[in-house]
C-alpha cells in the first residue's frame, strides 16, 4: 500500500537550516505533484511548496526565497530544504502525494498523506 514517511525534523535557532525528507512507497510511478505543508496548533493546515512531475516549484509568500523543494525520483524521496528559519516556521510539518493532474494548494485534492514530522525554531 501507498506509504509517505517524512524525517529530519526537529529543533532550530532562528537563522538555522534543516532539511526535511519524505520516502515514498507503494507507487510505481512518479505522481503529478507532491507538496509539503505545515500546521501549527490552532491553525489550519497550509501549503508550503508544491512540485510537478516537470520539477517546476512554487512557494508560498511566507517561505519563499528561503524554502527550497527538490525531489529524486529514482530514490522516491521529496525534500525540503529549509535556511534562514523563523520561529514562526514551527509547526508539523506533511509531505502529501496527488494523483490527480494538478498541483495546486488545496488540501483536499491530496490523496495520501505522511504522519509529519515537527519542527520547533526558536528566537
Known amino acids: 500500500q501507498v506509504q509517505l514517511v517524512e524525517s529530519g525534523g526537529g529543533s532550530a535557532q532562528a537563522g538555522g537550516s534543516l532539511k526535511l525528507s519524505c520516502v515514498v512507497s507503494?507507487?510505481?510511478?512518479?505522481?503529478?505533484?507532491m507538496g509539503w505543508f505545515r500546521q501549527a496548533p490552532v491553525k489550519e493546515r497550509e501549503g508550503v511548496a508544491l512540485i510537478d512531475n516537470d520539477f517546476s516549484e512554487r512557494y508560498a509568500d511566507s517561505v519563499k526565497g528561503r524554502f527550497t523543494i527538490s525531489k529524486d525520483n529514482n530514490k522516491h524521496t521529496l525534500y525540503l530544504e529549509m535556511d534562514n528559519l523563523k520561529p514562526e516556521d514551527s509547526a508539523m510539518y506533511y509531505c502529501?502525494?496527488?494523483?490527480?493532474?494538478?498541483?495546486?494548494?488545496?488540501?483536499?485534492?491530496?490523496?495520501?498523506w505522511g504522519q509529519g514530522t515537527q519542527v520547533t525554531v526558536s528566537s
Open positions: 507503494g507507487l510505481t510511478y512518479s505522481t503529478p505533484c
Open positions: 502529501a502525494d496527488n494523483l490527480v493532474p494538478s498541483c495546486g494548494w488545496y488540501t483536499q485534492a491530496y490523496n495520501y
